[in-house]
């Protein structure tokens, strides 16, 4: 779910990256370069039976969470049927009339960030042109929760916002949203047990998480990314995203240095970045990192992020062993509802400011 809005003071690197939260970050260059910062991770010890199999996996989890905040993950389990469903369905939906589409625009929800996300419609780093990409969000159900304990469906405001007249489409991304459900709730205990936590620290944290998936379409991109990119520069707002990619890259990481690296996408692997919620509780211990995306690729490019967080009641309180006397925390305490809500009704009103400027 993206997050931070950002503004550039100049064009040519080295220049600041200014997030809406205040924080300046340099850019040395505009253009990505390759490099071997993201690591690749075999988490299939995670479905191991022995605790020491599954802290191996927690230590370069650790590694990676603290050092750059975007690692990829092979072995996670998750069958390419799931995904290639997915896709199916995302090519099925784009294809759409527009009108079909604004049918279930997210103007609908100010405050949440479920729905249709218009073509071009918003512009997150004041470029001269809009990104150019489509998406379409959706949220956690319980009905489709293989894990649920009580299975009664949450009401809300984006229950309104499946299309009509696309069968299958909601129970096609239903089945992958409640596969990838499951393996973040095994990622939650990972977690833990990468701060040095007890394995079930976090386990009544999600029983009803907020676990939005998106699917969103970027075509080619002919102008330069100085003039228009296809996401621009954000932070994703939850505790982690599980990001599936076709095989056209266009993902770009903001490296500590201040270097745009690529994402390459890797068959058979998902990216994994730590979002802010997760980044305050453990008092900027792991890293919120900030990405963007652009299809130079020369083909339409598909992409399928998970966004997870804690469930809404939960506090976004201080995890013990990222804070001491000498290191007190950084952030005032909240709810996740409160925070996630705060933050989507921001994201869209700066969006929508921009656009109508």
């Known amino acids: 779910m993206a997050a931070t809005t950002t503004t550039t003071t100049a064009q040519k690197g080295p220049f600041t990256l200014t997030l809406n939260n205040g924080l300046e ?3 040395q260059s505009n253009d990505p370069i390759d490099a071997d910062e993201i690591p690749v991770i075999d988490i299939s010890g995670i479905y191991s039976e022995n605790l020491e199999d599954r802290k191996a996996v927690a230590e370069k989890i650790r590694e990676a969470a603290h050092r750059i905040g975007f690692f990829y993950i092979i072995g996670h389990g998750i069958d390419q049927k799931y995904i290639d ?3 199916s369905q995302a090519k099925r939906f784009f294809e759409l009339p527009i009108e079909q589409k604004m049918e279930v625009c997210t103007d609908k929800v100010p405050e949440a960030y479920f729905g249709y996300f218009p073509m071009a ?5 004041q470029k001269k042109l809009n990104d150019l990409m489509e998406a379409y969000n959706w949220g956690y159900n319980p009905e489709y929760d293989e894990e649920a304990k009580n299975k009664e469906a949450v009401k809300t405001e984006f229950d309104q916002l499946w299309p009509k007249d696309v069968p299958g489409f909601k129970e096609a991304l239903y089945e992958h949203h409640s596969k990838l459900l499951s393996l973040a709730r095994r990622m939650v205990r990972v977690f833990a047990l990468a701060l040095h936590l007890p394995e079930n620290f976090f386990d009544d944290y999600v029983d009803r998480p907020e676990a939005a998936m998106r699917i969103a379409h970027y075509p080619q991109q002919e102008a330069s990314s100085l003039d228009q990119l296809g996401i621009g520069a954000h932070t ?18 903001l490296s500590k240095s201040g270097y745009w690296i690529n994402a390459k996408p890797i068959p058979g692997a998902m990216v994994v970045n730590i979002a802010d919620c ?18 130079k690729t020369g083909a339409e490019r598909y992409s399928c992020p998970f966004f997870f967080g804690f469930n809404k009641d939960k506090k976004l309180e201080p995890v ?29 009103s700066s969006a929508t400011a921009t656009k109508a400027a």
């Open 25 to 27: 970050l340099t850019v």
């Open 85 to 87: 469903g997915t896709f």
């Open 121 to 125: 419609r918003y512009n997150r780093n």
């Open 236 to 253: 994703d707002f939850e505790c982690f995203t599980l990001l599936t990619q076709d095989h056209n890259g266009g993902l770009e990481v």
């Open 278 to 295: 997760l980044m305050r509780q453990t008092n900027d211990y792991f890293v919120s990192t900030v990405h963007r995306v652009v299809n």
């Open 320 to 348: 013990p062993t990222c804070v001491s006397e000498e290191n007190p925390m950084k952030y005032p305490i909240m709810s996740t509802g409160d925070y996630l809500k705060e933050r989507a009704a921001k994201s869209k």
